[in-house]
């Protein structure tokens, strides 16, 4: 089997090097992915949609319906990961659980755990499997979250002038999300973003693209026509277009964000959302 | 042989594409462990963006961001790398992180109910359970 796998891989690795005289070589002008549509998007986009980005311009102007639909995937699996892992809440885990009394200091051991009893009150979860945290770590991560929080804002929003943009900005965000699960636990995470609202606002992101677009409907034009974001904000088309790629870029960044903050609460608690890393 | 020289030196990055991608690949048909087989996957995923942004690379152009907003000159597009792959690619990246969170949620799944995570040993269990 593996002597088969090896050979069948070996004869397609040459096919391919043998096909690789019909490839441009390296740093080629002309090769044919430059030669159609990518130089009426370099000549063109700055002045359709005032966003000298064309990265962006092209992502999520010109081919607006094929990002919409990425994001319905990253969306999609978000909820296919909640559907595959996520334990039901009222089944109970075998396995060992801590409570500390919050008063007296007592540690508590239990067997199972259904529902979390009493969660904020009297008595406080503490991992089993997960030393206390250093100060030091616990503490710089802390001061370190909302500047890298504001750095994922900083990258959403100036997608139109540096590199950056919707994806770029959500996964940034969504890797804040990460660090304070890593540095403090992962109840500090859900209590910071429940599921509930994680949730919500993965939907809520497909929900703004779309409605982004449903604006072109109503004011009579295509879908994902910004003409109409312009007509309505009463600017210029090409601001419009402009301000269109930045609503629909907060939509994707709200999605990737929710969607990789469930996956990761979902795989690294093996699906109970409780305990994990 | 000179052409193939030639080749060689002038297209080298495609080999370093071709090499990652049928490791991917071998990983893929031969490797017997579920999570050895998705570092394979990342491994192909990885060659095929490689080639893309490498396929989008002019010799002498920057970026593709908009250097000066006011300059009435006409913008030459040999100045600008293709913008094209790179934004197929960066929707690429994301989506394939998302999948991969179904791959390991899968894989989670399967440990819980067979206990193992070797490809053979799965199946063994399916026949006989």
């Given amino acids: ?277 | 042989m000179e052409d193939f020289l030639t080749q060689l030196t002038s297209k080298y990055n495609f080999w370093a594409y071709i090499v990652l991608m049928m490791i991917g690949l071998y990983a893929m048909i031969a490797k017997g462990n579920l999570i050895k087989k998705l570092m394979g996957l990342g491994i192909f995923q990885t060659a095929i963006m490689l080639f893309y942004v490498a396929i989008g690379s002019k010799a002498g152009a920057t970026i593709p961001i908009l250097l000066d907003t006011h300059s009435k000159e006409l913008i030459d597009f040999a100045d600008y790398i293709n913008p094209l792959p790179h934004v197929l690619m960066l929707t690429a990246i994301v989506v394939s992180v998302a999948t991969l969170g179904v791959a390991l949620a899968l894989v989670q799944r399967i440990f819980d109910v067979h206990g193992t995570l070797e490809e053979d040993e799965i199946l063994e269990k399916i026949k006989n359970p």
């Fill in chain 1, 1 to 277: 089997m593996k002597k088969a796998a090896l050979v069948a891989v070996l004869l397609a690795g040459a096919f391919l090097i043998l096909s690789m005289e019909n490839f441009s070589s390296w740093g080629d002008i002309e090769s044919p992915a430059s030669r159609h549509i990518s130089r009426y998007f370099i000549e063109k986009s700055y002045e359709d949609t005032h966003t000298p980005n064309f990265v962006t311009a092209v992502l999520a102007d010109y081919r607006g319906f094929d990002t919409m639909l990425e994001t319905v995937v990253v969306f999609t699996a978000a909820l296919a990961c909640f559907l595959i892992v996520r334990l039901p809440s009222d089944v109970c885990k075998p396995g060992l659980f801590y409570y500390r009394h919050a008063s007296t200091g007592l540690v508590v051991r239990r067997r199972q755990a259904c529902a979390l009893p009493d969660e904020g009150g009297a008595f406080e979860r503490v991992d089993s499997d997960w030393p206390p945290h250093d100060v030091v770590v616990t503490t710089t991560c802390r001061m370190i979250i909302p500047f890298i929080q504001l750095y994922a804002l900083y990258v959403l929003a100036h997608g139109h002038y540096s590199p950056g943009g919707g994806f770029q900005g959500g996964v940034i965000f969504a890797a804040s999300y990460v660090l304070l699960a890593v540095s403090h636990d992962l109840r500090t995470l859900v209590n910071q973003l429940t599921e509930r609202f994680t949730h919500l606002l993965a939907a809520a992101g497909v929900l703004v693209y779309f409605g982004t677009g449903l604006l072109g409907l109503a004011k009579g034009a295509n879908f994902l026509d910004y003409d109409a974001v312009a007509d309505i904000m009463g600017v210029s088309l090409a601001s419009g277009h402009s301000l269109g790629i930045l609503f629909v870029e907060t939509g994707v960044a709200m999605t990737v964000t929710a969607a990789l903050v469930i996956i990761f609460k979902l795989l690294s608690s093996r699906g109970a959302v409780t305990e994990g890393l």
